[in-house]
């Protein structure tokens, strides 16, 4: 199976790291590979939150996952946030930092909201040296995810998959490969998922990420609420063969169950994974 550029470990199946599921984590260690922290509810809070993360840390590998470094604005990289974002990954010993090929607001004001970028020659130059100085005030790498999207730009020249690989290739940066996000995406927009997997950089990916979804009919919104459908876990199948093994989130936001349903529907994508271990073996 194929490694990533940095040797970044293969952390297993993870989950990420709710409120309403600290006491169960702490008090029954369940069998996982690693936590997935949302970074802004951690940068400026004490108290419990703050508590439970470090017990959390003291027993499992921490990745962290923002929603604001907004690569693709046009404002100046923040650099208050990249060096509190720096700071809290010292402090939990976090093995990567990760956020979104997107744009969060401008002129200082943050919409609080994953928005778009126009897939052009401008747009991507202008991400590039953005995720580099980014990258240089880590002092790590960034890994980035592929977003799922409603719209998209007239002027955009390219698809978004050669964007995305681009990207990571001319910012060496690494990437969060969101299967469910094509499978949205691609529904939306009417691409072929697969075309998008087969067209990623394999040796820059990081870690995937799995999700539910709500179907509209007429669009889908990455909702984050529900088990996997089948089709996401085909996909998923066919990532890993053409990727490699990686670790593996499981991301349930809304309408959040009981630990153990999470738990149930993370251990599918381990026998998807051991399924396809086999076979490459």
Not at 6 to 20: A, E, H, K, S
Not at 122 to 130: F, G, N, Y
Not at 170 to 184: H, I, K, M, R, S
């Amino acid at each position: 199976m194929k490694s990533n550029r940095w040797q970044l470990p293969d952390l297993g199946l993870g989950i990420g790291l709710r409120t309403r599921h600290f006491t169960h984590i702490l008090s029954e260690q369940p069998e996982l590979g690693f936590f997935e922290i949302l970074t802004e509810n951690f940068l400026d809070t004490g108290g419990r939150p703050s508590f439970f993360l470090d017990r959390i840390a003291e027993h499992y590998p921490i990745v962290m996952h923002g929603v604001s470094m907004s690569v693709g604005s046009s404002d100046p990289v923040d650099r208050d946030y990249v060096a509190k974002v720096k700071a809290l990954a010292e402090r939990t010993g976090a093995l990567w930092v990760s956020d979104h090929v997107c744009w969060t607001g401008v002129l200082g004001r943050n919409t609080h909201d994953l928005l778009p970028l126009p897939y052009t020659e401008e747009s991507l130059r202008h991400t590039v040296a953005k995720v580099r100085e980014i990258q240089d005030l880590l002092e790590r790498p960034l890994v980035l995810e592929n977003p799922s999207t409603y719209l998209e730009f007239v002027p955009s020249a390219m698809p978004e998959w050669e964007f995305v690989a681009r990207l990571a290739e001319e910012a060496d940066c690494g990437l969060l490969f969101d299967v469910n996000n094509v499978y949205v995406s691609a529904f939306n927009h009417g691409f072929d998922p697969v075309a998008y997997i087969d067209a990623i950089p394999a040796e820059r990916v990081c870690q995937y990420h799995l999700a539910g979804h709500m179907h509209k009919g007429t669009h889908i919104l990455d909702t984050h609420n529900d088990h996997v459908v089948d089709p996401v876990w085909e996909l998923y199948g066919h990532t890993i063969r053409q990727v490699g093994l990686r670790a593996t989130l499981l991301e349930w936001d809304a309408d959040i169950p009981e630990f153990e349903v999470v738990h149930r529907e993370v251990l599918k994508a381990g026998r998807w994974r051991e399924r396809e271990a086999a076979h490459a073996a």
